[in-house]
């Protein structure tokens, strides 16, 4: 029996150097990262973030209305998910795209019992559009589906190597905490993601990793629990 698992991407991961969009070159070496999980003995969900082409918090904080702005970032999601798809399938990697809001001309309708199925036949699942809720982020959409599809672990791919006991950005002998629990993450208002779904998570009793998508492998060593990470659990 396979391990199913999900991953959970980062939108502003796609834009490698870019300060906006999707960078071809960055979601190809994604893709390929990927492809080496599909290899292994792993059923693979996905879950993308939309940042990179808009930010629903963002777009209310300069006047949209909030339900409207997050509508507007589940859209977003949605385009990442299809390029990601796409990029996939170049490299013979068969995936399924599944909207949380019916867009039936390009991606099917979130049905458990069928992405279950998908992932059965060893396709990789894709879920767009959050949970298909504003007031919802992308994390809580990961959350919420691998509790669905019974996962086993979470990862979030990011661009950081995990959680640090300050910002490696200014301390340089910032130290990366392995392991923290997801009581201490709620306590200590930890933005690693957000607390609606490390609460779900804990709930569900899911290990969430955090790793650096663009360390080559890192997806790879993170499952097995090698190189650097960081476990919530």
């Known amino acids: 029996m396979k391990e199913r698992i999900l991953i959970k991407l980062s939108g502003e991961a796609l834009m490698g150097d870019s300060g906006y969009g999707i960078d071809v070159k960055t979601i190809n070496f994604i893709s390929k990262e990927i492809k080496k999980i599909s290899e292994l003995n792993y059923q693979?969900?996905?879950?993308?973030?939309?940042?990179?082409?808009?930010?629903?918090?963002?777009?209310?904080s300069e006047g949209i209305d909030r339900s409207t702005s997050d509508y507007m970032g589940m859209l977003?999601?949605?385009?990442?998910?299809?390029?990601?798809?796409?990029?996939?399938?170049?490299?013979?990697?068969?995936?399924?795209?599944?909207?949380?809001?019916?867009?039936s001309q390009i991606a099917e309708p979130y049905i458990k019992r069928?992405?279950?199925?998908?992932?059965?036949?060893?396709?990789?699942?894709?879920?767009?559009?959050?949970?298909?809720?504003?007031?919802?982020?992308?994390?809580?959409?990961?959350?919420?589906?691998?509790?669905?599809?019974?996962?086993?672990?979470?990862?979030?791919?990011?661009?950081?190597?995990?959680?640090?006991?300050?910002?490696?950005?200014?301390?340089?002998n910032a130290k990366l905490i392995k392991e923290?629990?997801?009581?201490?993450?709620?306590?200590?208002?930890?933005?690693?993601?957000?607390?609606?779904?490390?609460?779900?998570?804990?709930?569900?009793?899911?290990p969430i990793y955090i790793t650096n998508i663009f360390d080559e492998n890192s997806l790879i060593r993170t499952l097995k629990e090698e190189g650097n990470y960081s476990k919530i659990n």
Not at 47 to 57: A, P, S
Not at 82 to 100: D, F, G, H, N, Y
Not at 187 to 205: F, G, H, P, W, Y
Request: glycine share 6%; aromatic share 4%.
């Open 180 to 206: 923290i629990s997801y009581t201490e993450v709620i306590n200590k208002n930890l933005r690693v993601m957000d607390l609606t779904a490390i609460s779900l998570a804990k709930e569900s009793n899911i």
């Open 76 to 103: 977003a999601t949605i385009m990442n998910a299809l390029s990601l798809q796409s990029c996939l399938e170049k490299i013979e990697i068969p995936t399924r795209v599944q909207s949380a809001i019916s867009m």
């Open 44 to 60: 693979i969900c996905l879950i993308i973030g939309g940042g990179n082409i808009f930010r629903g918090v963002k777009g209310a």
């Open 114 to 172: 069928k992405a279950v199925r998908h992932l059965e036949k060893n396709r990789i699942v894709i879920f767009a559009a959050g949970t298909g809720n504003p007031f919802f982020s992308t994390d809580t959409a990961a959350s919420l589906r691998a509790s669905e599809m019974g996962c086993t672990k979470i990862v979030k791919a990011t661009k950081v190597d995990g959680i640090y006991d300050s910002d490696p950005n200014i301390n340089s």
